[in-house]
């Protein structure tokens, strides 16, 4: 069955130093995979897909299938980067659902 | 453009009460779900809709009912609230061109406690 492993409820940095976040994934077929994220006090959003092989807010996830990762990196943090991310994946073929991780709490210090 | 708005944002029911989540869409998405959020788990689908008419069943919809009469709106029955149904509600929608979904837009959640 499809699973989204997130193994760190809370990540705690000092702003400018690097951030990865992990994720790890259970999938038979090709993976479809999404980070979002959840600013405080706002809606969850999409943060990036790894089809678009995209930088977002400095943020890039590279897909490693040998490894089944998608860890979302960043190599300098910010204070506005606090917020709680979660790792998903799309299962289903055109059906489009989403199994999201647990999530972690990203906390940037000064 | 209000993307997607649900309502109400807070809500006390008592067991056995039933209640209407309420979730609507203007971007016309033809993919919309609803998702449920336990305290430090991850969000778990309910119910989604691949358009107007259409139905399935997700991870947990032992509980809950849905119906798409049209394309914005997707709507989350509750039927005889039981406290295992306390959790913040999530709707979202999605637009597909190639198979997969080019990214959920989140309404901003609606939570619930059954006491």
């Known amino acids: 069955a499809q699973r989204v492993t997130q193994p760190e409820k809370l990540l705690s940095v000092f702003k400018g130093a690097p951030v990865e976040l992990k994720c790890n994934y259970s999938?038979?077929?090709?993976?479809?995979l999404f980070w979002y994220v959840q600013y405080s006090r706002q809606r969850l959003q999409l943060l990036l897909r790894?089809?678009s092989r995209e930088s977002i807010k400095g943020f890039t996830a590279d897909l490693n299938k040998g490894e089944t990762s998608f860890h979302l990196k960043k190599p300098f943090a910010q204070e506005e980067d606090s917020a709680m991310y979660y790792c998903a994946l799309a299962y289903g073929g055109s059906q489009g659902n989403l199994i999201f991780g647990k999530g972690t709490k990203l906390s940037v210090k000064p | 453009n209000a993307g997607v708005t649900q309502t109400p944002k807070f809500r006390i029911l008592k067991i056995g009460q039933s209640m209407t989540l309420q979730c609507t869409q203007d971007?016309?998405?033809?993919?919309m779900y609803w998702y449920r959020q336990d305290p430090g788990m991850g969000l778990k689908l309910i119910y989604y809709s691949v358009g107007a008419g259409i139905t399935d069943k997700g991870e947990v919809p032992n509980g809950y009912n849905v119906s798409r009469s049209t394309t914005e709106d997707f709507p989350l029955r509750l039927e005889l609230a039981a406290p295992s149904q306390t959790s913040v509600y999530f709707c979202?929608?999605?637009?597909?061109?190639?198979?997969?979904?080019?990214?959920?837009?989140f309404g901003s959640g609606t939570r619930l406690t059954v006491v």
């Open positions: 999938y038979s077929g090709s993976p479809e």
């Open positions: 790894h089809i």
């Open positions: 979202a929608s999605s637009y597909t061109g190639t198979g997969f979904p080019y990214g959920y837009t």
């Open positions: 971007m016309n998405h033809n993919y």
